[in-house]
């Protein structure tokens, strides 16, 4: 059954952005999936793996993907387990402190608004 409705597709000649995971160096076929994802307390098989991220063209794009994915095994962007966690914790309790200020920040416009209303 034919549709009344034109085909709403984009043409397939258009250029489309080259995704930055094509550039990465653990898409080389001489790594073993598994090398990304070591035994925590395999510290040379964890220290191999971060070395070949530090010369990833794609590391700190890698890194912050990962971050806000919250990705919880593995090496990712050159950093392991531990350090992606210790980085989620910074930026947690950034984004408290954050929120934080914006709350007390809101509370004095509100204080100063009574203020000059009684005042
Ligand atoms: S930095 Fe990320 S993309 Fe690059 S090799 Fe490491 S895990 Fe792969």
């Known amino acids: 059954m034919t549709s009344i409705f034109p085909a709403r597709r984009a043409p397939d000649n258009l250029p489309r952005p080259v995704h930055w995971a094509t550039a990465a160096v653990c898409r080389d076929d001489e790594n073993h999936p598994d090398v990304w994802f070591p035994v925590p307390t395999d510290l040379v098989a964890v220290e191999y793996a971060k070395g070949l991220c530090r010369r990833c063209p794609v590391q700190m794009r890698c890194r912050t993907d990962a971050l806000n994915r919250g990705e919880e095994h593995g090496v990712w962007g050159g950093l392991d387990e531990g ?27 509100q204080d100063a608004g009574e203020l000059a209303k009684a005042g």
């Open 83 to 109: 350090e992606l966690r210790d980085v989620r914790k910074v930026r947690r309790a950034a984004a408290a402190k954050q929120a934080a200020r914006e709350k007390q920040a809101a509370q004095d416009q």
